[in-house]
């Protein structure tokens, strides 16, 4: 198998399950950096760890994150299709767990929880749940300290 064919191979399998062209075109250009460290299918745990950790002094956190998400998908289908005995990417994400930010209304605040309340009686998903209540977390950390927006009312509330 020629270098080339497993990132082909590999792209053809995300397009047929109907990923966006963006995410595949990031997943070839991740792929082929990787490729130039030597081939795919012969890397191992310590090379895959130094290849991050060099990322990582060059880049942002949340890119070598994504980084990372593509390369362990990569080698999560070449293990499923038989490609390599073992997942050589097995692990190398689990030091980059995104750590929660701390804000001022807390995760389980009495707005955060009515707002929750509030949209699920309304038949929200828990998807766009989480997404608002994060949207709204994010307000809260831009206001200034004493003040805390409350969900769903548009009203701010002096503490």
């Not at 766009?128 to 200034?144: E, F, H, Q």
Request: hydrophobic share 35%; aromatic share 6%.
């Amino acid at each position: 198998m020629t270098p080339g064919e497993p990132i082909g191979a590999h792209l053809a399998s995300l397009r047929a399950r109907g990923i966006a062209e963006s995410t595949i075109r990031a997943r070839r250009y991740r792929l082929l950096a990787l490729a130039r460290r030597g081939p795919l299918l012969d890397q191992d745990p310590a090379g895959l760890r130094a290849w991050r950790d060099e990322m990582a002094a060059t880049v942002q956190a949340c890119t070598v994150r994504t980084a990372v998400q593509h390369i362990c998908g990569f080698y999560r289908w070449a293990y499923a299709a038989g490609l390599v005995e073992r997942d050589p990417s097995e692990g190398l994400g689990d030091d980059l767990r995104r750590t929660p930010v701390p804000h001022r209304s807390g995760p389980d605040s009495e707005p955060l929880r009515r707002y929750t309340d509030h949209l699920r009686l309304r038949g929200f998903s828990d998807r766009t749940i989480c997404g608002r209540r994060y949207a709204l977390r994010a307000l809260d950390r831009t206001a200034p300290v004493g003040r805390q927006v409350i969900p769903w009312s548009g009203a701010v509330s002096v503490t």
